[in-house]
């Protein structure tokens, strides 16, 4: 391919010296080996490679001119398709940072973090940047790693809705922009030799043509586990680099491939973010999931019961001892049995730390333990969550008649399990889906696209659907598995945000169970404690902390709020309750503030009319008054 997009060496020194050695724009002194060569006429627009649309100017200069260049990917978009405005900034910032990186050394080249929530419509936007990229000549191929056969096919399909055409085979084959693989694909390893033999066919096509990589929930790319080291291989040749991911972190803290870290945790600007929360740095306050109503309203249910387990030690297969055990699951482990010293030598010398780890393993499986012979159809937590969240779908299906449910467990066998539990309790049937099920791509794809209410209310998973999977009418989820990692927990939690264009957004509110565990404390790189496992009511009140900064920064602004795409932000919400093992909700976390139960009573009657939980309507009556709810309703 004949490549005319960028000028030559001896065009560069040209300019150069036709400029004599300053910015023909600002006039600032600029040296021969890091000057822009700019086309006067953008090359994106039909200027040419030539000397007569050329000329010297330093780096800031060119990037203030780029930066006023509208990308325009009109082209490639599905008829009515409009683009949200965070993914036209994407587009735009992220074409300036390969741009700017194409020609350094491939060691040198750090990829472009899209930190985007599940639903946002990351996926668009980064196959779209491949195609512009691909139109203006900076690359000649687009390959796009995921994590799963489902995903895999699914990509290949959205990318075909724009015009690119990926080959699911490790070739570039005619006819083709570029493959769609999966990490396990290229982690393959010859059984006989060892060699990697998938990585370094790619390795061989990021030689042979100038690629881009786009990386799909780049969370699965430790640098030192398998999937990364082959990674990083195969597309170490690679002139650009795409990273992408609703949770851009993981739980065992080794870093990703190409990314800038600082203090062990990634830097994300200039990169961009697209979170769910309201955007507190300068930067971002304006493309936010919760302001442009990406995602629903949530309300996540909480229980708190006692569970009751054996922790039983054995030697050499002989039973030595056996401790019965009971405890709540608000009970801190850490306190109930601490560590004893000296205090004179300051030594240890009761040393519970390992007893503590095997109390909170046990206690989280005693809670959801199902398919046993103890508890052949779950525990009282399994009966109370699966008949709550059954009413609670029930409630959703009066005015989202095809809404559907997301229950995750811990394992096949609990799954299967769980299944005939939920028939036991609610009658109810459901989708299983998991690696002994049969075709599983395919129970997923007819359950997606079959919006009628005969369809079954629910599926049930390990991990099939745990990211990427994109079923919009999801609206309750029941988290029962022990994993309490919260890269693994905010994922599941996205699968039900996601909100459904044809209907109204206040009438979309998600309820997601799971019970109430303590915080896990683990000390990170520097010694520091932080908390491992998920806290929903902490959750809750840090996301309200980051719409108090969002507010200030607005106020300091003089009140000139950006204007969202979906709405006002104070119409999205993240709520949390907690039950008591009885089922009844002791209190709930709204907008900040804990609530007890007794005062949402008389709001209750209204959330069939609504469709709006009781904390929302209690909130938006102390706002707004009963004459502008009247209005509403």
């Known amino acids: 391919m004949t490549d005319n997009r960028f000028f030559t060496q001896s065009q560069r020194q040209e300019l150069f010296l036709r400029a004599k050695g300053k910015c ?73 940072s390969m741009v700017q990186q194409i020609n350094k050394p491939k060691e040198d080249i750090n990829a472009f973090i899209l930190h985007a929530f599940p639903g946002s419509g990351k996926t668009l936007a980064s196959l779209l940047i491949g195609a512009y990229l691909k139109e203006q000549g900076f690359i000649e191929r687009i390959i796009v790693t995921v994590p799963s056969d489902f995903l895999r096919d699914q990509m290949e399909d959205d990318a075909r809705t724009i015009g690119l055409h990926l080959n699911k085979k490790n070739s570039c084959a005619e006819g083709f922009d570029g493959i769609v693989t999966t990490y396990a694909k ?45 990674f990083s291989l195969a597309f170490g040749n690679t002139v650009a680099r795409l990273m992408t991911s609703g949770t851009p972190f993981r739980s065992d803290r080794q870093k990703l491939p190409w990314v800038r870290y600082y203090r062990n945790q990634i830097e994300l600007s200039p990169p961009h973010a697209y979170s769910y929360g309201y955007g507190i740095t300068k930067w971002n306050t304006r493309y936010c999931a919760l302001g442009d109503q990406v995602v629903r309203d949530v309300v996540i249910k909480q229980w ?53 780890k095997i109390i909170k393993r046990l206690r989280r499986k005693a809670c959801i333990e199902c398919g046993t012979e103890r508890h052949p159809h779950g525990t009282e937590y399994v009966r109370n969550i699966l008949i709550a969240a059954n009413d609670q ?133 520097n010694g520091d404690l932080s908390p491992e496992s998920v806290n929903i009511k ?18 300091h602004d003089g009140g000139n709020r950006p204007p969202s795409e979906g709405g006002d932000r104070d119409s999205i919400s993240i709520s949390a309750e907690t039950h008591s093992a009885s089922g009844k909700e002791t209190h709930h976390i709204y907008d900040g503030q804990r609530i007890e139960i007794k005062e949402l009573e008389k709001f209750k009657i209204l959330t069939a009319k609504t469709g709006w939980p009781p904390a929302k309507l209690k909130s938006f009556i102390e706002k707004c008054g009963e004459d502008e709810l009247r209005r509403v309703l």
């Open 538 to 555: 902490l959750f809750a009140e840090s996301l309200m902390d980051e719409k108090a900064q969002f507010e200030s920064i607005v106020e």
């Open 393 to 525: 779908l029930d409630e959703c299906r009066r005015s989202h008649e095809w809404a559907g449910g997301l229950i995750i467990c811990d394992s096949i066998p609990h799954a299967d399990a769980v299944a005939k539990a939920l028939k036991k309790w609610t009658n109810e049937e459901a989708v299983v889906v998991h690696s002994e099920t049969g075709d599983d791509k395919r129970a997923i794809k007819n359950f997606k696209t079959n919006r009628t209410k005969n369809r079954p209310k629910w599926i049930i998973a390990v991990g099939k659907i745990s990211e990427g999977v994109d079923i919009k009418f999801l609206r309750v989820g029941v988290y029962l598995t022990t994993i309490q990692a919260s890269l693994r927990w905010t994922q599941i939690l996205g699968r039900i945000l996601r909100t459904e264009s044809d209907l109204s957004h206040d009438m979309q509110t998600a309820y997601f169970y799971q019970y109430e565990d303590g915080i896990d404390m683990v000390p990170d790189d």
């Open 186 to 230: 290229i982690g393959y390893r010859n059984n006989d030799s060892g060699n990697m033999v998938n990585a370094e066919i790619l390795r061989d096509v990021c030689k042979r043509y100038k690629t881009l990589i786009i990386a799909d929930e780049c969370h699965h790319l430790g640098e030192r586990k398998r999937w990364g080291e082959c």
């Open 24 to 96: 023909q724009n600002c006039s600032c002194e600029i040296s021969l080996d890091d000057f822009h060569a700019d086309h006067i006429t953008p090359y994106s627009l039909g200027g040419k490679t030539e000397l007569s649309n050329g000329q010297a100017l330093c780096r800031s200069c060119n990037l203030k001119k780029s930066a006023s260049l509208k990308i325009d990917v009109s082209n490639w978009l599905p008829p009515g398709f409009e683009l949200r405005k965070w993914q036209e900034e994407f587009l735009q910032r992220c074409y300036m």
């Open 304 to 356: 708190n019961g006692v569970v009751d387990f054996t922790i039983k030690e054995k030697r050499d297969g002989q039973l030595v001892s056996e401790q019965k055990v009971k405890h709540k699951l608000t009970d801190n482990i850490d306190q109930i049995y601490e560590c004893q010293f000296d205090p004179v030598t300051g030594e240890r010398i009761v040393d519970n730390r390992r007893l503590r």
